[in-house]
């Protein structure tokens, strides 16, 4: 497949769980990253190869695949987590990469 | 501290020609890959091109091969991405990022490059 496959949006009450999905054939061989991305900002990574968080990467994030589908999950969402949330990796050739459309996280 | 350093915004006219840089810091340059990501206003992120600075092997995006070429200069630690011919559908942010072949870590700051004529 060469595209991954997010919705476009979501929402979640302040302090629930929220989980983001990610979906694409290269997920079967390649593994899944997550970038954070707030307005005027360059991206942030959050979540890199399926389920590992980089330094000062807040605990309540944490990531996830099974089959095609990668996830990013946010336990007790807070109003700084309102923001764009892209899913990556390489296309199934393994030679190109890919960025998944955008998840807009509104904190309600 | 790893930095990428983005050159400045640019504006242009169709037909002109940009090569916009990526300085960087803090690591072994040829080390790790240099990707170049385009992001148009109020759109999502999409992957452009890749270099490994290593050994120069460079990946680019079907549908912008041929329109752009990236580059590095080790001695300088530096990324280019070129534009022969601008168009107006070139018009958005460009980042670059530093990647380990599996995920990208830092970003620079972004370069916004506006094509009007």
């Known amino acids: 497949s060469s595209e991954l496959t997010q919705d476009p949006a979501v929402s979640v009450a302040l302090g629930q769980t929220v989980r983001i999905t990610c979906q694409g054939d290269?997920?079967?061989?390649?593994?899944a990253n997550w970038s954070q991305q707030k307005p005027g900002q360059p991206p942030v990574l959050v979540i890199y190869?399926?389920?590992k968080r980089p330094s000062g990467t807040p605990y309540r994030f944490s990531g996830s695949t099974s089959g095609n589908t990668a996830s990013l999950t946010i336990t007790g969402a807070q109003a700084e987590d309102e923001a764009d949330y892209y899913c990556?990796?390489?296309?199934?050739?393994?030679?190109?990469?890919?960025f998944g459309g955008g998840t807009r996280l509104t904190v309600l | 501290d790893v930095q990428l350093l983005q050159s400045g915004a640019e504006v242009k006219k169709p037909g002109e020609s940009l090569k916009i840089s990526c300085k960087t810091s803090?690591?072994?340059?040829?080390?790790?890959?240099i990707a170049w990501v385009r992001q148009v206003p109020g759109k999502g992120l999409e992957w452009m091109a890749m270099?490994?600075?290593?050994?120069?092997?460079?990946r680019y995006s079907p549908s912008l091969q041929g329109h752009i070429t990236v580059s590095v200069d080790k001695s300088t630690s530096t990324a280019y991405l070129e534009w022969k011919s601008l168009k107006a559908s070139d018009t958005a942010m460009y980042y670059c990022?530093?990647?380990?072949?599996?995920?990208?870590?830092?970003w620079g700051q972004g370069t916004l490059v506006s094509v009007s004529s």
């Open positions: 270099i490994y600075p290593g050994d120069s092997d460079t």
């Open positions: 290269s997920l079967r061989t390649y593994p």
């Open positions: 803090g690591y072994n340059f040829p080390d790790l890959w």
């Open positions: 190869y399926n389920d």
């Open positions: 990556d990796s390489r296309d199934s050739s393994g030679h190109l990469w890919l």
């Open positions: 990022t530093r990647g380990t072949g599996y995920y990208f870590d830092d």
